[in-house]
Structure formats: C-alpha cells, structure tokens
C-alpha cells in the first residue's frame, strides 16, 4: 500500500460500517425473544434479513422511509423464521460498537488538521449510532443512505465540507467504496481505519 502525503489532503472521508463500527451480534438477544426457535433458524432468519437490509439501506433516509424499511425487513425475518416479532422489538435487539483502534486514528486525522465526514450505506439513524458510541463529535458532515458505488454521497460531504476532490481521500472496507471514490475523483485506502491512517506521511 502506497503512503499519501498527508499535507496533500484536506478531507478525509469514512465508510461507516465496517470501518467505523460493526454489530454486536444479535443472536443471543433474538433467542431470548424467541424461545420457541431454535438457535441456527434465528441465524439463518438474521442472514436473510441482513441480505435484504443491505440491499435497500439507502432507502431508509428519512425518518418515515426508515419505518417502512423496518417493517420489510423485520417481515424477511419473520417470513424465514415463521415468527410474528414486531419491528420494534427486532431493532432492539441489536447493537453496535466501535471497531479497535477507531478513536485514536480519528484523533491522528484531527490532529493533522483535516476534515472528517462519514460516508455510508447506512440509514438515517447512521447520526444516533454515531452519537452513541460518541464519535460524533469528530464528524463536520454526515451523509446516510450514500447508495455507494455511485459517487453521489462523497460529493454531497464535500460539498458541505467546501473541499475539492482532489484534496480529499476515502476510506472504507468494500469494493463499492473504493468504486465511489474513484468515481468521485478522491483517492481511497482500504480499512482497517488504523492501518489507512498509518500510511499518511
């Protein structure tokens, strides 16, 4: 991996899961809800829901968008499962949590100066996660439901970070970020967040 020349960059924009943060696994959690089934059906009902979740997460970027996008993916789990959970009681049971490292590789790229933003295929409720795990203080732009591979999202940070793209560099875990970023005229470096920091100059 090629090192980049920190002073060459303004901006520094972050995919949010997978980079950020990731899931605390919900399993336990759902079999608590659901004493009547059976570990590996929950799993499998969990796989078919993330499937359909992932799919249309930029859908969820409004408030109502994200209850409606809720109730289908809760009815994908249901409909694997052969339960009746309620929406509500499906999101609650999951969690997330920084990845290692996290915090202090955002400190490194404040302390150089340069401006954060999340940039994810994640719903509206991306700004609570981020409070949550109180990372978002570090973040002057949040953009949710980005619908990487297009390079829509990443422009829409810059432009409300006043940052040209050239100026800028991505970070994130996937082929559809590095994709995005070359689409949107920014250099990428892959996750972990650690290791793309380590290689700044």
């Known amino acids: 991996m090629g090192r980049i020349d920190a002073a060459s960059l ?8 997978g980079t950020l943060l990731t899931v605390v696994d919900p399993v336990p959690s759902l079999e608590e809800l659901l004493p009547s089934h059976d570990r590996e059906s929950i799993e499998h009902a969990f796989r078919a829901e993330t499937a359909y979740y992932q799919e249309h997460a930029s859908e969820g970027g409004t408030t109502q968008e994200l209850a ?60 609570e996660r981020l409070e949550r795990v109180a990372i978002a203080q570090f973040f002057s732009a949040v953009v949710p439901a980005a619908s990487k591979p297009a390079p829509g999202g990443i422009h829409r940070a810059l432009g409300q970070l006043r940052v040209d793209a050239d100026r800028a560099l991505h970070i994130g875990d996937s082929e559809s970020d590095e994709r995005a970023a070359r689409a949107a005229g920014v250099r990428f470096l892959p996750a972990p967040l650690t290791s793309a920091v380590a290689t700044l100059a």
Do not use: C, K, M, Q
Not at 10 to 17: F, K, P, R, S
Not at 96 to 110: K, Q
């Open 68 to 127: 409606l996008l809720h109730e289908r993916s809760v009815a994908v789990f249901n409909d694997a499962l052969g339960s009746e959970l309620s929406p509500s009681a499906y999101v609650g049971a999951f969690d997330f949590e920084l990845l290692p490292g996290v915090r202090e590789a955002l400190d490194a790229l404040r302390a150089r100066g340069l401006s954060l933003a999340v940039v994810a295929n994640w719903d509206i409720s991306l700004h």
């Open 10 to 17: 303004d901006a520094v924009t972050i995919d949010g899961y």
